[in-house]
């Protein structure tokens, strides 16, 4: 097997860590791992959406996320466990991983409510129906 790629932390770049982002499962699987004080398993993070992601693309989701300089992944036998390298990112570049954090909760609060409101709507418009 071949080793894993992790990038030194001088070699990260702020371009890398935006486009590794860019995507919404890419930004939802790195905002838990970076909540988190131990490590996660890859399979913890097939339902993070609605639907259910295939393996092959949540290796591909990790791939960018650990190429970019965000996460470090260690294989455990058959599983991948991997951890934030937060801290040394935001030696790099001061308060960028806390700014994304914060910007990726204020927009899912505000899809959360968004939502509701709108299933709110919808079961008023049945009932007047």
């Known amino acids: 097997m071949r080793p894993l790629f992790h990038p030194s932390i001088e070699d990260v770049t702020v371009e890398a860590i935006l ?6 499962v890419r930004v939802a699987i790195f905002t838990q791992i970076a909540g988190s004080n131990c490590s996660q ?4 993070f097939l ?25 470090r992944g260690e294989r455990r036998g058959v599983e991948m466990h991997n951890t934030s390298r937060c801290q040394e990112v935001d030696k790099r570049f ?36």
């Open 19 to 24: 486009h590794a982002l860019s995507d919404p």
């Open 41 to 44: 398993n890859c399979s913890n």
């Open 47 to 71: 339902n993070i959406t609605e639907k259910l992601i295939p393996k092959s693309t949540l290796s591909q989701h990790f791939k960018a996320l650990r190429e970019a300089g965000l996460i």
């Open 94 to 129: 001061p308060g960028l991983i806390a700014a994304i954090v914060k910007a990726h909760k204020v927009q899912c609060e505000g899809r959360a409510v968004n939502g509701a409101e709108a299933k709110r709507k919808a079961v008023k418009k049945n009932v007047k129906d």
